[in-house]
């Protein structure tokens, strides 16, 4: 699984991708993305479909995104669902 963010904003932003206490951090120029070919080996953390991945905007704004590729070449592409700190 690819995950990856585009900075929507006009100034630089840092981005964290999180996956059960594992995370990673990035900065974004404006208007450019930042993508991870395989998250499952940047974090060393096993996926399925019980594992949420968190993409969180450290400074500034973002849209997340993920693409999986299965084994006969089919791809997916799913868009981020934004959600609110309680």
Known sequence: MNVGVVNTGTIPATFRISVRGRSIEQGVAEDEVWIVPDIEHALGVALD??????????????????????????????????????
């Not at 949420?52 to 799913?78: L, M, Y």
Request: glycine content about 10%.
């Open 49 to 86: 479909e019980t594992i949420t991945i968190r993409v969180t905007p450290v400074a500034g704004t973002g849209v997340a995104f993920a693409a999986v590729v299965e084994g006969n070449g089919d791809s997916q592409f799913i868009a981020a669902v934004p959600a609110q700190q309680q």
